[in-house]
């Protein structure tokens, strides 16, 4: 079946879907984006998703390009015309096509909206969350709004390629004072020692995850001991478990940093079972 993308009020067939040389997105990542995941071909967490895309939106003074009742539609109807059952669905909003120019273009420039959808594998990856990852650490040298979901992610291609060629999956970026802040495209997580659940307050240096605000609902509900504050590479290599979260590998447990086995280099128990929970409670909450 071939695969269909929306862009800018057109569902077409994925060869025919291109953008304008001049969109601004393409040309300054002058632009927001969302990924929610698909299952059984419903969104989870699409409103958590749509308000966290509205706050981008409107903290960049980028105007939603259409309705948000009409974009609900664009999305279902994305996933439906792509038979996605499990998968994942991607939109992105640039402020729109005009000359080059870092200004803001005249307000009757349209913004330009583009979704696509495409299935995960899921034996694939439950098999990943079954035996875990292994992450680095890097430096972090995104700028200091790494709140707003930009597409401005080269820092973040940079880290997970350098993970990549030290044989890791993922990138753990690290602060000028040696704290982690989070991963090249999920919330990091730890399990002290002592049993304590630990992430990083989500302020202008990390993303508010959905799976994070999710999973701090279920931490809540099992009265798991918690605590929201920074934590270093240090106390990273000495955690039980160590875990990442988001919208598509839910919760996926890290086994080695740099290198150094966490707890006894298998997926921990906690990881483990939150990420079975995670939709039972994502439903209830
Ligand atoms: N941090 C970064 C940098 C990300 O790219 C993502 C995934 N979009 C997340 C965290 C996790 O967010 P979510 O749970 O909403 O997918």
């Not at 071939?2 to 025919?16: D, H, K, M, T």
């Amino acid at each position: 079946m071939s695969r269909i993308a929306y862009v800018n009020g057109q569902y077409l067939p994925f060869r025919e879907a291109k953008v304008h040389v001049e969109d601004r997105g393409y040309q300054f990542a002058d632009a927001v984006y969302e990924v929610c995941e698909v299952r059984d071909g419903r969104l989870i967490d699409q409103r958590r998703h749509l308000q966290r895309l509205q706050r981008s939106l409107s903290e960049l003074r980028i105007r939603p390009p259409i309705s948000w009742g009409a974009l609900d539609v664009v999305l279902h109807e994305v996933v439906a015309r792509n038979r996605i059952r499990y998968g994942i669905v991607y939109l992105q909003i640039s402020r729109g096509v005009a000359r080059r120019d870092h200004a803001f273009p005249p307000v009757s420039v349209e913004p330009s909206l583009v979704v696509t959808a495409r299935p995960l594998n899921r034996t694939r990856n439950e098999a990943l969350a079954a035996s875990g990852i292994a992450v680095v650490t890097v430096p972090d040298n995104r700028w200091g709004r790494v709140d707003i979901k930009t597409t401005s992610l080269l820092p973040n291609v940079l880290a997970r390629q350098a993970a990549v060629e030290q044989g890791a999956r993922d990138a753990w970026f690290v602060d000028d004072a040696g704290a982690v802040t989070e991963a090249s495209s999920a919330n990091a997580w730890i399990v002290t020692a002592s049993g304590a659940v630990v992430t990083r307050p989500a302020d202008h240096a990390i993303l508010r995850g959905i799976t994070r605000m999710v999973l701090l609902d279920v931490i809540k509900a099992q009265a798991l001991t918690f605590e929201e504050r920074s934590f270093t590479v240090k106390e990273a290599y000495a955690a039980r478990e160590a875990f990442i979260t988001s919208a598509s590998q839910i919760v996926l447990p890290v086994v080695r940093i740099d290198g150094r086995p966490i707890g006894d280099g298998r997926p921990g128990p906690l990881a483990t079972a939150l990420r079975r929970e995670f939709h039972k409670f994502a439903e209830a909450s």
